[in-house]
């Protein structure tokens, strides 16, 4: 669902066979897959082993457990040799204290897990010593709240539910003012350079889909864990009841700001 804002990303940076991307909270590993198709070394950051897991399977599928990735169009082609491939690619579950290997970080990334983060500016000035004067630190979240369709069906769903989203600390949508991602740059020792915004619509081809894409972004986590599964799924149905197409699909429109900075 986030795939323009990744390539708009890389396309505005030049990701090629010269980088090397450092991605904190990378998930399961979509936005390095792409990456790593473009030619780049790629080391992914991520705390859940379950999402490291399934990244592991998506980029070095023969270390994997589970099935190769369906989403073959972005696997590299030079990489599909094994031997190859791990010396291009590293997961991790914390940032490390040095990247291993001869080629130094020149671009780091954190799409969309930067709320998820207690300290996002110790983490982002933790990771900026591991890269090369002038790299790119890229810090992605969602728009303004009226540009999200996305926010406001989550919301509603969980308040109805009985329940807030989250706590104010890791509300997934905090991040959201016209300039929050510049200062967070800012106070982690970063030289903002310049921004944008992506638009990323979350279309499915029914309500079950939509039901099943927005369960598994964890969004709602919270006000199941607080609530139930079955009353919070009864409320998501219901706040989707108006993106509904003619078709039956479910589209609902957003938009995704960017902020790039630079490592003085």
Request: charged residues 25%.
């Amino acid at each position: 669902m986030l795939v323009p804002l990744y390539e708009a990303v890389y396309a505005r940076l030049d990701v090629g066979p010269g980088t090397h991307l450092l991605g904190l909270g990378c998930g399961s590993g979509l936005a390095l897959l792409m990456a790593a198709a473009r030619g780049a070394r790629v080391t992914g950051v991520e705390g859940d082993g379950r999402w490291r897991e399934l990244a592991r399977e998506r980029l070095l599928p023969h270390e994997g457990a589970g099935p190769a990735d369906p989403v073959r169009r972005w696997r590299p082609d030079p990489d599909s040799d094994p031997g190859t491939r791990r010396g291009r690619v590293r997961l991790l579950p914390t940032v490390p204290d040095a990247v291993p290997g001869d080629v130094p970080v020149n671009l780091i990334t954190v799409f969309d897990e930067l709320p998820a983060l207690a300290e996002p500016e110790r983490a982002l000035a933790h990771a900026a010593r591991l890269a090369e004067r002038g790299s790119a630190v890229v810090l992605g979240g969602w728009g303004p709240p009226e540009r999200c369709a996305t926010e406001r069906v989550v919301r509603v769903a969980a308040r109805t539910a009985g329940q807030v989203l989250q706590a104010p600390a890791t509300d997934p949508f905090r991040l959201v003012g016209p300039d929050e991602l510049e200062r967070i740059a800012l106070r982690a020792g970063l030289e903002p350079d310049g921004s944008g915004r992506v638009a990323c619509p979350f279309a499915y081809p029914d309500v079950d889909s939509a039901v099943r894409g927005l369960w598994s972004t964890g969004l709602l986590d919270a006000a199941v864990r607080a609530t139930g599964a079955a009353r919070v799924r009864k409320e998501l149905v219901g706040a989707l009841r108006c993106f509904r197409r003619a078709d039956g699909g479910v589209r609902l429109d957003n938009v995704f700001r960017y902020a790039v900075a630079r490592v003085p």
